[in-house]
T-cell receptor, first 113, second 113 residues
Framework: DGGITQSPKYLFRKEGQNVTLSCEQNLNHDAMYWYRQDPGQGLRLIYYSQIVNDFQKGDIAEGYSVSREKKESFPLTVTSAQKNPTAFYLC????????????FGNGTRLTVT | GESVGLHLPTLSVQEGDNSIINCAYSNSASDYFIWYKQESGKGPQFIIDIRSNMDKRQGQRVTVLLNKTVKHLSLQIAATQPGDSAVYFCAENRKTSYDKVIFGPGTSLSVIP
């Protein structure tokens, strides 16, 4: 079955440590995205990539970094510079950048203490 | 400012009744709208979409209505079932420098058996 796989589902880290969240898709989509979801809030865009070796900052990119070395993979690193990293992180992909629905993974819940 | 908002943050309906979830958007330049369903602990799942050149679109048990005059979007679910219990998000695709997708904060739908 085609889809987006995020791992791990739960992740715990100590404050001051960088952590990388995995996102893999086998939908052959060019565009991939990372969103952050906090309780009672809509999704906020962290980074997006329209094609391999290219990515752009979203609305809340500070304290995060990404890479897009392969079409299938779009890992997100939460750095120690992110002031409030505890959240639910969602990866998504779409066939086209505009006017096409997003396909989401089942998320990674990151807790930093 | 930019916003996609919901009139009701929570909605409870009896099983078998119809549900209506409302959404207001603020930017008349938006040309594509999507409804997502998110179950607890999972990523959002695409339900139905509509482009701005339409005012109604029907799917299986769901209908989306778009009123561009008052910038209002609604999702109607017929014969609501317990499996419909979830948080529902509307999203708009807005034309900006990077084709921004704006998500609303979500409406929690609870179906009473």
């Amino acid at each position: 079955d085609g889809g987006i796989t995020q791992s791990p589902k739960y992740l715990f880290r100590k404050e001051g440590q960088n952590v990388t969240l995995s996102c893999e898709q086998n939908l052959n989509h060019d565009a991939m995205y990372w969103y952050r979801q906090d309780p009672g809030q809509g999704l906020r865009l962290i980074y997006y990539s329209q094609i391999v070796n290219d990515f752009q900052k979203g609305d809340i990119a500070e304290g995060y970094s990404v890479s897009r070395e392969k079409k299938e993979s779009f890992p997100l690193t939460v750095t120690s510079a992110q002031k409030n990293p505890t959240a639910f992180y969602l990866c998504a992909s779409s066939i086209e950048r505009r006017n096409s629905p997003l396909h989401f993974g089942n998320g990674t819940r990151l807790t930093v203490t | 400012g930019e916003s996609v908002g919901l009139h009701l943050p929570t909605l409870s309906v009896q099983e078998g009744d119809n549900s209506i979830i409302n959404c207001a958007y603020s930017n008349s330049a938006s040309d594509y709208f999507i409804w997502y369903k998110q179950e607890s602990g999972k990523g959002p799942q695409f339900i139905i979409d509509i482009r701005s050149n339409m005012d109604k679109r029907q799917g299986q048990r769901v209908t989306v209505l778009l009123n561009k005059t008052v910038k209002h979007l609604s999702l109607q679910i017929a014969a609501t079932q317990p499996g419909d219990s979830a948080v529902y998000f509307c999203a708009e695709n807005r034309k900006t420098s990077y084709d921004k997708v704006i998500f609303g904060p979500g409406t929690s739908l609870s179906v009473i058996p």
